[in-house]
């Protein structure tokens, strides 16, 4: 690969890597925050709602902005809008939440992100992208660390219908990277998150009123690192911090790096949220969890290495 293709990639995918990072980190802190919700009274559906709704509110007026009267790019994406905001937030979150309540955040949290297998093999199948050596090589290294950090070596107990739940928060999860990767369809990112959450909370609101989805909430505090917090803290942080700001900066990141390397970085989220876990719930990590941790953060290198490099035009004039 010439020098000028190499810079051109690196512009592209280091602020990708950082908007990717960041955005695995805060969405991480949702898990713990919200468990300490559930224990404090709320049910999985009223926590998720509540989160995805004060991130809509968040960034409706900045999306509404961004569009600056260009309404026509919404109402030629509207099925991508809508697709995003029923699976990859009001779905994804939901299975995600119930997850969680079930079982250990570390636990739910990396079953849900063995979700970059399956972008790969959705790349591989739909757009011919096969994964070279590297990226199985990444691919099983990140899957021996999920491995570990969900401590199977040692036969810990699993709640089945909590392993469900986190299965089909992978499926949402595979989703999300695919479509937030998705640069040419012309619509801002922030548009893109905004018009999914707000069509999401709202969904998730119905689903609520209707009883389909139980809803219970609780004015008592929230036991965080066995502090009190109150619950309207703790909610405006899991709105803001852990939902409209990562939404955003993932879509942005993906963009950058493609589905495929994003969907590996936001494994990241998955070793944030067992320290989250730890700092929060008192969910302490064992060594051989750390060690996982290490394996996933050497498949995302792994997979850095392997992604595909795609040569730049050079400009008008110039002979590569």
């Not at 491995?147 to 469900?164: P, R, T």
């Not at 709202?202 to 689903?207: G, I, K, N, P, R």
Request: net charge neutral.
């Amino acid at each position: 690969m010439s020098a000028l293709t190499h810079d051109a990639a690196t512009t592209r995918t280091a602020p990708g890597l950082l908007l990717g990072l960041t955005a695995a980190a805060t969405f991480a802190a949702s898990g713990p925050l919200a468990k300490g919700l559930i224990a404090a009274g709320w049910t999985p559906g009223s926590a998720v709602t509540a989160r995805v709704l004060i991130a809509a509110a968040v960034l409706v007026v900045p999306a509404a902005m961004t569009l600056r009267g260009r309404w026509h790019l919404l109402r030629a994406q509207a099925g991508l809008v809508i697709a995003y905001g029923l699976i990859a937030v009001a779905a994804c979150q939901l299975s995600y939440f119930n997850a969680v309540d079930r079982m250990q955040v570390g636990v739910a949290l990396l079953i849900e992100f063995t979700a970059p297998v399956a972008v790969v093999g959705w790349m591989w199948l739909r757009h011919g992208q096969r994964p070279g050596r590297l990226t199985v090589a990444g691919a099983l290294a990140a899957l021996v660390g999920l491995a570990l950090v969900l401590d199977l070596v040692s036969g810990a107990e699993l709640d089945g219908i909590g392993v469900l739940w986190a299965l089909g928060a992978m499926v949402c999860a595979a989703f999300y990277w695919i479509v937030s990767a998705d640069d040419q369809n012309g619509l801002p990112g922030i548009v893109l998150a905004a018009g999914g959450l707000l069509l999401g909370g709202v969904t998730l609101l119905a689903a609520g009123a209707i009883g389909v989805v139980p809803f219970a909430a609780s004015r008592a505090d929230v036991i965080l690192d066995g502090r009190a917090v109150a619950w309207w803290v703790t909610l405006l942080v899991l709105g803001v911090v852990t939902a409209a700001v990562p939404y955003v900066l993932g879509i942005a990141g993906s963009r950058l790096m493609g589905s495929r390397l994003a969907s590996f970085v936001g494994l990241a989220e998955a070793v944030a949220g067992v320290v989250f876990a730890w700092l929060l719930l008192d969910e302490a990590p064992r060594a051989i969890q750390l060690l996982g941790g290490v394996c996933i953060l050497a498949g995302v290198v792994l997979v850095r290495l392997g992604e595909p490099k795609v040569a730049e035009a050079p400009p008008e004039g110039v002979t590569p």
